[in-house]
């Protein structure tokens, strides 16, 4: 608990602080980035009739405030419906997204449709979308599926810094934007452009005037503590609110007669609201905030307007609110209609504005020959892992905007604070320079977890479950990844992972493990007879290739020793058994998340077999396959789950039974030779955990089959048990949780406590 408060105080702190003005600060010159694009041509005012007054130059200043910025598209729809032209924008933050597209030539319809498409918490997120992230790190969730993760060092754990990598936050950014636009440089915009950044070292305000659009844009919003932030020119950039929420002065010294400026910032909160810590301070950067924006306003003229929409209840997180924060901002335009109709152009004028502003002649991003590939050292990853890994080869025909992605797919490595990257041309063709730095706290991570599974009667199950990866520990990129399990099973396990090669996909794996855990035997009606205990050692060595970021195939030679005993009724005999086993397996695993996922495949094919010569009889062996298709449609979700199994030779047998494994059946009391089991779940998002503390509440059912059966006792349709159930999920930082009831028919019902992985 004491951690995922400090993960929520670290996400709102970050937020509060993208809005708050840490006093005046004296604006800091940008130096000159060159651009390789053409100039477009700035949308001219109407041309004034001869002896008329010539119209006023309007400036629209958008401000920053997360997701109550989305107010600003609301502004923009209205301001367009009463045809108000605007000359010059300014925006910081969340204002510099929705300005900077809507200057450099985006519809309010694409705007609008880029709010309700994205997934916003996959935005702010503290990683990259699982389907992001290396198949190395995905597996590590399948292993625990929790999120909360440390740093580790001799002298202690850290927390890891509330950032999100940019790859999310970027193929946002980009959808946004007309095509072409995104390297273009803010001056040359169809309307003219400022984005507000901070400059993090010394403080100052930093006005971007000939920065490519994509990368002021960027800079505006990086939220420290949320997002990265963006190096440009040489200055390293984060949010433009710490220095300037509402840049009005900005607007003035562009020219404008008049301003319109939309305020989307947070009021102080009541003294009944301050009742913790964390609300104490979110106050007093609240107070900051307010300070900042009080200067702002003073600025301020007579013939300007102030839009205010009515925000409350909307907080910095709340992207599911955007539909009512943009209905907010049309109401606040409507409640200013007197003053800005006054500003409207004719029909024709107006309509010729607009088909000048959505018609930016921009350049194409064309494939280039790449000619240069370089990454930058930067401490101990190994560059040339790093250039591999990208997916580049020096030759290949590519544009920017997938130089940019293949930089940014990097992050998925789970041990990178932020990747940069450059793109420069000439006439030998493209140059790439990747430039990594390291996440310090992620070379040595620590991830800790708890599973519980309880069905209210004497089946429980608990363990509490830690992991520790330390990574980089050679020039190839090797990994020693040690996983500890205590409770209901104990087993504590160690291995050395290493690839052929600095980013080769191909690797062997050797690793040492010990468990022990009990297990029970149950006769064919389902009543138990036996509890059996058992402890086993083992030495393995892998041999495997990654298949990207989506798959791994391997064998495995196990050598194991098992020592059994039956504790119930007691008998003091240990069993003793060694043997050795070849274990050869292919997994697939694209799903977006372990706890309820929506789109996505699991898929696991095995084959065991002993590999003791000189056995009498059949050599035992297993095969088994499990595979999981996640779908979603609107606020429902869900996922089609099958598995078979057949044990040969005298293989231990198969089990079925507990929750969503025919529900309400006893766990693990359904034994065979072969087991097949299938089922349907689907759920409906109800409710959104806090970004710092999870993720969604669905209220959801499943409708479940299977049986076991064997040579003398065939499957047929008739033998199948069905069940069902329903439930409640959570997506905590713990991982999955379930709490629910479910029945076989015919057979008998249960409660379920469940946290933890369902399959």
Not at 715 to 726: E, R, W
Request: net charge neutral; aromatic share 6%.
């Amino acid at each position: 608990m004491v951690i995922a408060r400090s993960l929520a105080a670290a996400v709102c702190c970050g937020f509060f602080l993208s809005i708050a003005g840490f006093g005046a600060s004296a604006q800091a010159p940008v130096h000159p980035n060159a651009a390789s694009v053409a100039p477009a041509a700035v949308v001219p005012p109407p041309a004034a009739k001869p002896g008329a007054k010539p119209r006023p130059k309007i400036a629209l200043v958008l401000s920053g405030g997360g997701a109550r910025g989305f107010a600003h598209i609301g502004v923009l729809r209205a301001l367009q419906e009463l045809r108000i032209p605007v000359d010059f924008v300014v925006g910081t933050s969340m204002g510099s997204v929705v300005g900077g597209a809507f200057a450099a030539g985006s519809s309010v319809e694409q705007l609008e449709q880029l709010v309700r498409r994205t997934d916003w918490n996959a935005v702010v997120a503290d990683r990259p979308p699982r389907d992001q992230l290396a198949y190395r790190r995905r597996e590590e969730d399948l292993l625990l599926p929790s999120r909360i993760e440390l740093g580790a060092r001799m002298d202690g754990v850290t927390l890891p810094p509330a950032a999100a990598g940019n790859e999310a936050l970027e193929l946002a950014l980009t959808r946004v934007l007309p095509h072409g636009a995104r390297d273009k440089p803010v001056d040359l915009l169809q309307l003219p452009f400022r984005s507000v950044a901070s400059d993090l070292v010394t403080g100052e305000l930093v006005e971007l005037r000939d920065t490519p659009l994509f990368l002021a844009m960027r800079a505006s919003l990086a939220v420290p503590g949320v997002f990265a932030p963006v190096r440009v020119n040489q200055r390293l950039l984060v949010d433009g609110g710490l220095v300037r929420n509402l840049p009005v002065d900005v607007a003035r010294e562009m020219g404008a007669d008049i301003i319109i400026a939309v305020n989307v910032g947070t009021p102080l909160a009541q003294e009944k609201e301050l009742v913790s810590a964390v609300s104490v301070a979110q106050q007093m950067l609240q107070i900051l905030t307010e300070q900042n924006v009080q200067r702002s306003l003073k600025e301020l003229r007579p013939g300007d307007i102030l839009l205010a929409p009515d925000l409350g209840g909307i907080g910095f997180l709340d992207f599911g609110s955007h539909d009512r924060a943009m209905k907010e901002g049309e109401a606040a335009v409507r409640t200013m209609s007197d003053r800005l109709v006054q500003l409207a152009l004719p029909e024709a004028q107006y309509a010729a504005y607009e088909t000048n502003r959505l018609s930016a002649p921009v350049p194409i991003d064309q494939p280039v020959r790449l000619a240069k590939l370089e990454v930058a050292p930067s401490g101990r990853i190994n560059p040339e892992a790093l250039a591999v890994q990208s997916g580049l080869k020096v030759g290949q025909m590519i544009t920017s905007e997938q130089a940019q992605r293949a930089g940014n797919q990097l992050f998925g490595r789970g041990d990178l604070a932020r990747v940069e990257t450059e793109i420069r041309d000439d006439q030998d063709g493209r140059s790439v320079l990747i430039k990594p730095t390291e996440a310090d706290w992620a070379r040595s991570r620590l991830r800790i977890g708890l599973e519980l599974n309880s069905d209210f009667t004497d089946n429980n199950a608990y363990e509490l479950k830690v992991m520790h990866v330390l990574s980089s520990l050679n020039d190839w990129g090797a990994e020693l990844r040690t996983v500890a399990r205590v409770g209901t099973e104990r087993v504590i396990g160690t291995q050395w992972w290493q690839p052929l090669g600095a980013g080769s996909q191909w690797y062997i794996a050797p690793e040492l493990q010990y468990g022990s855990s009990a297990f029970d035997v149950f006769d064919s009606s389902g009543f138990r007879q036996a509890r059996f205990g058992y402890n086993a050692k083992s030495v393995s060595v892998a041999l495997g290739r990654q298949l990207g970021n989506w798959g791994d195939v391997r064998y495995t030679a196990v050598r194991q020793t098992v020592t059994s005993q039956r504790t119930i009724p007691h008998d003091a005999t240990d069993v003793r058994e060694s043997q050795n086993v070849g274990v050869l397996s292919f997994n697939v695993d694209s799903l977006d998340t372990v706890a309820f996922p929506t789109r996505g495949t699991l898929f696991n094919v095995e084959l065991q077999r002993l590999m003791t010569r000189g056995r009498d009889g059949p050599v035992p062996a297993r095969q088994s396959v499990q595979a999981l298709k996640a779908f979603s449609f609107g606020s429902w979700a869900g996922h089609v789950y099958g598995e078979w199994a057949r044990n040969q030779g005298g293989a231990a047998q198969s089990a079925l039974g507990g929750f969503l494994r025919l529900s309400g059946t006893t766990t693990d009391s359904i034994l065979g030779s072969r087991t097949v089991l299938g089922r349907v779940v689907m759920a409906k998002r109800i409710g959104v955990m806090p970004t710092a503390l999870g993720g969604d509440v669905r209220l959801g059912f499943s409708l479940e089959t299977g049986a076991a059966y064997g040579p003398d006792n065939p499957l047929k349709v008739g033998s199948l048990k069905h069940a069902a159930s329903g439930f409640v999920s959570v997506d905590t930082r713990f991982g999955p949780l379930y709490f629910g009831s479910g029945a076989t028919k015919a057979g008998d019902s249960s409660m379920y406590l469940f946290l933890g992985p369902i399959w």
